[in-house]
């Protein structure tokens, strides 16, 4: 009796496991979901708590093309594969009345670890970035494939036939074609609704007027610029070079600049690194002082918006302080005239002073996009709520 009831207990085991390992899944995908609409609804001051750095960032995957599939945001499909898999087991655990119930486990563990071999080789070649919350759903998909193939009862030979004997008693029955295809049209419309209601979301917030908010005091308008020489509008970015979404903003300046004439984009710096803002106690973005400095020393050498461009280009890779060596040989500067520079006081004071600028105006993330030194923009910096904030301004004055 007793071996009985402990054979009973090691068979609960496995999917009792797989049931807490599938609801972990689903509230983690669920933050993801979280994080992914806050970074793309342009909430320029989002940051999740695992936006540790340029190369540990959930917010700038979340940013990125390959955060959706058919439209839909990738922590939606992960959801619905936790859910799938948390019905197989609460199943397993009470009736059994899924036919070869371990069969579709190994089955869906498997396109679950295939997917995520996929997207660990695009953070690794092409995002070159890294999510915490996103490994952490790696690591479940793993414990998950290794246990649905430890339940696995039948030989591997046998699945197809498994598979095509079970679509033949799934359609023996007319209702049961009826449900599958309820299920699915369900399905195709949720996920068109899903894209369609996104697509909708980012309009609104097009369609809505700008936001300013009236700075305590006016932002001097002095500093490397780029754009037009009597302006009618002249933007200040607040912006660090460890900063995703600062890189995004300056590209988005540059296009506005370069295709309205009437526009002048003034560049202050603000790293959010404890080397030099007085604020922040603990590494953070721990080059970005560095960079700062780097970029106005090149400036010295005429080479200001040069190392500029390429240092936002390479800001993945300032987490390695010799970085700034292939800067250096890229934009052909004297190296003696650099390291001097870089040794002068004066040009950590400049940054200081931005910095400092921008603490008297409450400002402590970035980027920050003010107008004409005087109106913070709220409603975000994406192109279109830029360009849609620029046109507002332009008819306001």
């Known amino acids: 009796m007793t071996s009985s009831m402990n054979s009973i207990k090691s068979k609960k085991i496995l999917p009792i496991t797989l049931l807490l390992l599938s609801l972990l899944g689903i509230f983690i995908a669920a933050y993801l979901t979280y994080i992914h609409y806050m970074v793309t609804g342009g909430d320029a001051n989002f940051a999740s708590f695992c936006n540790v750095n340029a190369k540990v960032n959930c917010d700038a995957v979340a940013a990125s093309a390959w955060s959706t599939l058919f439209g839909v945001p990738v922590s939606i499909w992960g959801m619905l594969f936790y859910v799938f898999f948390w019905g197989l087991n609460a199943d ?95 399905f195709v419309a949720t996920l068109f609704y899903t894209a369609h209601h996104e697509r909708q979301i980012k309009q609104t917030q097009l369609d809505q007027p700008p936001i300013f908010n009236e700075l305590i005091s006016p932002i001097s308008l002095t500093g490397p610029a780029h754009g037009a020489d009597s302006p009618r509008l002249t933007i200040v970015e607040f912006s660090d070079f460890q900063c995703p979404h600062c890189k995004k903003l300056h590209d988005v300046l540059s296009k506005i600049t370069r295709e309205n004439k009437k526009i002048r984009v003034i560049h202050k710096d603000f790293p959010l690194d404890h080397h030099c803002h007085p604020l922040i106690t603990k590494p953070f973005h721990q080059n970005a002082c560095q960079a700062s400095v780097f970029v106005r020393c090149a400036g010295q050498q005429g080479k200001y918006w040069e190392a500029f461009d390429q240092t936002f280009e390479l800001s993945r890779e300032l987490e390695d302080a010799t970085t700034f060596d292939t800067l250096t040989s890229l934009l052909e500067l004297n190296k003696d005239q650099l390291t001097a520079c870089m040794s002068d006081p004066k040009i950590t004071e400049g940054i200081k002073q931005d910095l400092q600028e921008g603490i008297d105006n409450g400002i402590d993330a970035t980027p920050v996009v003010i107008f004409n030194g005087t109106d913070q923009l709220l409603s975000g910096w994406s192109e279109g709520k830029l360009e849609k904030a620029i046109q507002f301004w332009m008819k306001k004055k």
């Open 92 to 186: 397993r655990l009470a009736k059994n009345i899924i036919r070869n119930n371990t069969v579709y486990q190994l089955l869906l563990a498997t396109a679950g670890i295939g997917f995520t071999a996929f997207l660990i080789a695009i953070s690794k070649i092409i995002l070159d970035t890294w999510c915490l919350l996103c490994a952490a759903l790696w690591i479940i998909n793993l414990f998950i494939f290794i246990l649905a193939f430890k339940s696995n009862t039948h030989p591997f030979k046998s699945y197809p036939k498994i598979l095509w004997q079970d679509l033949l008693w799934f359609f023996k029955k007319w209702y049961r074609l009826v449900l599958i295809l309820l299920v699915l049209s369900t």
